[in-house]
């Protein structure tokens, strides 16, 4: 690397972007998908039936419902976390952990009856959230890697930046008329460059969603390791309170959700219960945030086996609190009305773009001249590209068509659909990879992508076949069809540019008189 | 970088890889104990501006060590970092990081 700064950087931004991009390309999209997280889940349980508004006496019965089951069915757990009816998702949700390194159990009522609630089990699209930052892993090898690469993303952006000559004239630069290569790197820039801010704010924050799991040093040096103390001090959390080690019983918790509505006058989202059998229980009501950039969650602690307050957090967070919460707040961008979600979802886009045309941007600039064989690390990266890059959209199609298509009472429904959208994303990459033998790289792009676009036409022709009885708002329901549909004429199309690419005839002329003409340009 | 890669090259490359990531969490690490002891404000807030800017300082000293212009030169100046950092640290709170030397 005795080369100068931008050229040191230039090679930092292509390897370091290759080694992460596949992770981070996952990350992207389920990551964008996530901004439509309460739609897909309302989407894959088309039998519930949105309600009109949700009173404080319907909240409270809801809450001792809810208590009423974990008592019966989780007497041991540590945590009860309890999830209250709204109108958009008229469900008590529950989940309760018994032992440590368990997976939680998971439960959903009827707010009225408190009887498990009649549809269809699914993970919705909890599944894409939790794979944005869990990958499907373990959760802190998951976390671990995703934040890696997430470093990695910020090293590959800032290189970037310095790599770039006339960032200004970027923004307006698209030469499909000259060599693929041409084509492709524009086709990067455009993407980097347009949605730069959103690229650079969406990873920074996305790391310090995590920050004290990644850099807990200062905790560490400052709080002797005590991430409760930390949290509590800075405001974030009510302070916990210790289990006595006697029994004591839960005071009702009817009365104290009716207390908690009448201090604080956002809508309640969730009850919070640690050592529910223990003399020192203590209940937390946790309200959504109110309007603002930040994501700080209004909280009333109650002394559980009196029902007394405890602890009420309601704003006043000092300015470095407050800018760790804005920040991840600007992450998950709870608080964008629907014309700004867009926005963020299609910046959401353009990342998955930027990501994705810099990997193949890589095979393109080594495509191996005509008659050479291709190496083994072109081949690999072109097989992950392929994986990736159609894989995952192709797994994702998948999982909305299993939704549809497994019997609602099928045992370990849940999981299957996950299956299929593991099982579908394997086969495809490796499809991918066994056109390499008989294949033309852009032969198999453009199957592959043809394939996607049909997985989502069919996940539309099944709901519209097996589900529109289910539909409380047909308009909602075709809407969301019509984005799915939207999805796959984009794929479609991309599949059918791939295909139909030809270099202009001077480039062509030029390759032809140089070396023959590259593999991708002739097929 | 493209065509043959020697081993020499390739040892190079590994040794920046190494360099960068041991060596931006170290000072990136470092830089966070030392604010979080030393800002001027309430504990929790100086502990939380300083996680918050880690990162930033963890990216800087990556882009520092792969810009220097030999893996020697991109060496000494991380270790001149840590070091300085860690004197710092010793006089703020009169011990080293970590137990070191302590």
């Known amino acids: 690397m005795k080369q100068g700064f931008r050229q040191s950087m230039a090679w930092l931004h292509t390897w370091s972007g290759l080694v992460v991009g596949w992770v981070l390309f996952a990350v992207f999209v389920t990551g964008t998908a996530t901004y439509y997280r309460a739609e897909i889940s309302r989407w894959m349980q088309p039998e519930l039936h949105r309600q009109a508004a949700i009173g404080p006496e319907a909240l409270a019965h809801a809450a001792d419902l809810a208590v009423a089951h974990l008592e019966a069915h989780a007497g041991e757990a540590r945590s009860w976390f309890i999830g209250l009816p709204t109108p958009e998702r008229p469900l008590v949700e529950l989940f309760w952990r018994t032992r440590p390194g368990t997976a939680p159990d998971h439960v959903l009522l009827d707010p009225r009856t408190g009887a498990p609630a009649a549809m269809r089990a699914t993970k919705g699209g909890d599944l894409l959230y939790r794979f944005h930052f869990e990958l499907h892993l373990p959760p802190l090898w998951g976390r671990w890697i995703v934040g890696i690469c997430a470093m990695v993303m910020l090293v590959a952006l800032v290189s970037g930046i310095v790599t770039h000559r006339r960032i200004f004239s970027d923004f307006f630069t698209l030469r499909r008329d000259k060599a693929a290569q041409r084509g492709w790197l524009d086709a990067h820039n455009v993407s980097g460059v347009l949605a730069l801010p959103f690229h650079l704010m969406i990873t920074y924050t996305g790391v310090v969603t995590l920050a004290i799991m990644y850099m807990p040093w200062g905790v560490t040096a400052a709080y002797k390791g005590d991430q409760f103390a930390y949290f509590a001090e800075t405001g974030q959390i009510t302070k916990a309170r210790p289990a006595a080690g006697q029994p004591g019983t839960l005071a009702p918790v009817g009365p104290m959700v009716a207390r908690a509505l009448a201090t604080i006058p956002e809508p309640l989202e969730r009850l919070v219960v640690s050592n529910p059998r223990d003399a020192n229980s203590t209940v937390v009501a946790v309200f959504e945030e109110p309007h603002g950039l930040s994501h700080e969650h209004p909280q009333v602690a109650f002394a559980g086996t009196s029902g007394t307050i405890v602890e009420v957090l309601s704003g006043g967070l000092r300015p470095a609190a407050k800018t760790f919460t804005t920040m991840v707040g600007l992450h998950e961008a709870h608080f964008a009305g629907p014309a700004l979600r867009v926005l963020f979802f299609l910046c959401g886009l353009m990342g998955c773009a930027m990501v994705g045309s810099g990997l193949v941007l890589w095979t393109v600039a080594r495509l191996p001249k005509a008659g050479t064989a291709t190496g083994f690390g072109w081949r690999l990266v072109h097989t992950l590209n392929i994986g990736t890059i159609a894989g995952l959209p192709g797994g994702i199609a998948a999982y909305l068509i299993a939704n549809r298509l497994l019997p609602a009472d099928l045992a370990g429904r849940s999981e299957r659909e996950v299956q299929a959208f593991f099982g579908v994303w394997i086969l495809v990459a490796a499809a991918g990879a066994a056109a390499n033998a008989w294949l033309a790289p852009r032969q198999a792009w453009r199957g592959a992508l043809a394939a996607v676009a049909g997985l989502f036409a069919a996940a539309v022709l099944a709901d519209l076949v097996l589900a529109r009885a289910l539909w409380d708002d047909p308009a909602w329901f075709l809407g969301f069809d019509a984005v799915l549909l939207a999805v796959a004429a984009g794929f479609a199309l991309i599949s059918r540019k791939v295909d139909r690419f030809r270099a202009p005839g001077r480039a062509r002329r030029e390759a032809a008189a140089a070396v023959g003409t590259p593999r991708m340009e002739r097929a | ?102």
């Open chain 2, 1 to 102: 970088m493209s065509g043959s890669l020697t081993l020499a090259k390739r040892a190079a490359v590994a040794g920046r890889v190494v360099l960068a990531v041991g060596g931006g969490y170290g000072i990136a690490a470092l830089a966070t104990i030392l604010l979080s002891l030393t800002l001027p404000l309430p504990r929790a807030e100086a502990v939380t501006a300083a996680t918050l800017a880690s990162f930033a300082v963890m990216v800087g000293v990556v882009v520092v060590a792969f810009a220097a212009r030999s893996l020697g030169r991109a060496a000494a100046i991380l270790g001149g970092l840590a070091l300085a950092l860690a004197l710092a640290l010793r006089l703020a709170t009169g011990s080293f990081p970590f137990g070191f030397g302590s």
